[in-house]
Each structure stands twice: as structure tokens, then as C-alpha cells.
């Protein structure tokens, strides 16, 4: 089993559309956890971190699930520029080297 | 600008040369990962350092690549005798702790070997 698993898709919606995307992880160890967006294969940026008590910026929303060992990040009212590649990742527990899923692409369609 | 500052942004070598990779992190952050991604693939991790230690290296291959981040300068990733597998965009981070910190990225390098 991989340490950071992600669907790449491509998640193909239309502009307005709610999308949720999972990561699951595994190592229990496991103590942080974070979106990036990678766009077209530039360097990745933060989106944002995972919480235990789930956290909202804007329109994100992520969710950390420890007993299943899943994340998620949920996007709501989609914009043609949130078109890109969503990268998990998870500090490897006891290390804390940031692990990186492949990531999932969202394609955002007018 | 004072984020982190990878050098060159592109890479080409023949088979068999050599390839030095720069990355100046943040200024005040004193870990730097190196991470290779290949075309439609993640980031893979290689390297963790601090200033003038390697802390993990479970993720580079073990002959031709080492890297260093010295005291002074910035830290440099070393691949020996490339080979066209090696061709791939190689990314930098940096953070100011080890512990839950985020990642701070530069540009990346892309290296092509021919």
C-alpha cells in the first residue's frame, strides 16, 4: 500500500459545482497534514493545512478522519481558475518528512 | 524577493556529464527538501537536510546523486554520469522547523538529458 494514496481523475465539473476530493494514508503515525495545488507543473503551493477539528477558508474545507486514516478537501462554488492538480500530503510520522500523493486534476468547464 | 530561489530553471546535459542543482531557501529557514517529480507522476522525496547535515536520505538513489547544504551558500543537489532517466523537474523546499511546518517551493529545475 502506497503511504499517500489520491484518485488522479480527472474530476471534470462545471463552473459552480461542489467537488470533494479524499486522501487516505498509511501510517497511523502520521501527525500533520496539508493541501498544495500544483498548477500545469510549477512549483506547489499551500492551500491549506488539515486540523483535527476540520478547518474553512472560503470556499475549502478540510477534513482529517484519524480512524479511517483519510483526508478530504471539499471545494464549493467552483471558478474556472480552481482548474489544477490537488497535491496531499502528509508528514511521515516519526520523521516528519512531507510525503506527497500523485494528486487528483480538477478540470473546471465553463 | 524572499522566497526560495532554484538555479538553473532548465537543465540540459548530454549522457555521462555532470549536474549540479542550486536551492537558496527562505531566508531564516534552515531545512531544505529535494523532491523529483517525472512527467505525469508526484513529487518523489530524496533528501532532508539541515546546515551541514543530512538528516534523511532514504529517498535518493545510491550511487551518482549526493547533495549538501553547507554552512554557507546554498544547498546543491549533485547527479553524476546523467543518464536520459534522469531527466525530470527537480524541486526545492524550504521550512523553518521540522515539526508541522508548511513547505515554502521554488521554481524547480528541469533537467534534460540527451
Known amino acids: 500500500r502506497k503511504e499517500v494514496e489520491q484518485d488522479p481523475g480527472p474530476f471534470n465539473v462545471p463552473e459552480g459545482a461542489t467537488v470533494a476530493f479524499n486522501c487516505t494514508y498509511s501510517?497511523?503515525?502520521?501527525?500533520?497534514f496539508f493541501w498544495y495545488r500544483q498548477d500545469c507543473r510549477k512549483e506547489p503551493k499551500l492551500l491549506m493545512s488539515?486540523?483535527?477539528s476540520g478547518n474553512e477558508d472560503g470556499r475549502f474545507t478540510a477534513q482529517l478522519n484519524r480512524a479511517s486514516q483519510y483526508i478530504s478537501l471539499l471545494i464549493r462554488d467552483s471558478k474556472l481558475s480552481d482548474s489544477a492538480t490537488y497535491l496531499c500530503?502528509?508528514?511521515?510520522?516519526?520523521?516528519?518528512?512531507?510525503?506527497f500523493g500523485r494528486g487528483t486534476s480538477l478540470i473546471v468547464h465553463p | 524577493n524572499a522566497g526560495v530561489m532554484q538555479n538553473p530553471r532548465h537543465l540540459v546535459r548530454r549522457r555521462g556529464q555532470e549536474a549540479r542543482l542550486r536551492c537558496s531557501p527562505v531566508?531564516?529557514?534552515?531545512?531544505v527538501y529535494w523532491y523529483r517529480q517525472l512527467p505525469e507522476e508526484g513529487l518523489k522525496f530524496m533528501v532532508y537536510?539541515?546546515?551541514?547535515?543530512?538528516?534523511?536520505e532514504s529517498g535518493m538513489p545510491k550511487e551518482r546523486f549526493s547533495a549538501e547544504f553547507p554552512k554557507e551558500g546554498p544547498s546543491i543537489l549533485r547527479i553524476q554520469q546523467v543518464v536520459r532517466g534522469d531527466s525530470a523537474a527537480y524541486f526545492c523546499?524550504?521550512?523553518?522547523?521540522?515539526?508541522?511546518?508548511?513547505?515554502?517551493f521554488g521554481s524547480g529545475t528541469q533537467l534534460s538529458v540527451l
Open positions: 523546499a524550504s521550512s523553518r522547523g521540522a515539526t508541522n511546518e508548511k513547505l515554502f
Open positions: 501510517n497511523s503515525a502520521s501527525q500533520s
Open positions: 488539515v486540523y483535527s
Open positions: 500530503v502528509v508528514n511521515r510520522g516519526g520523521s516528519y518528512i512531507p510525503t
Open positions: 531566508k531564516g529557514h534552515s531545512h
Open positions: 537536510l539541515q546546515k551541514e547535515n543530512i538528516i534523511d
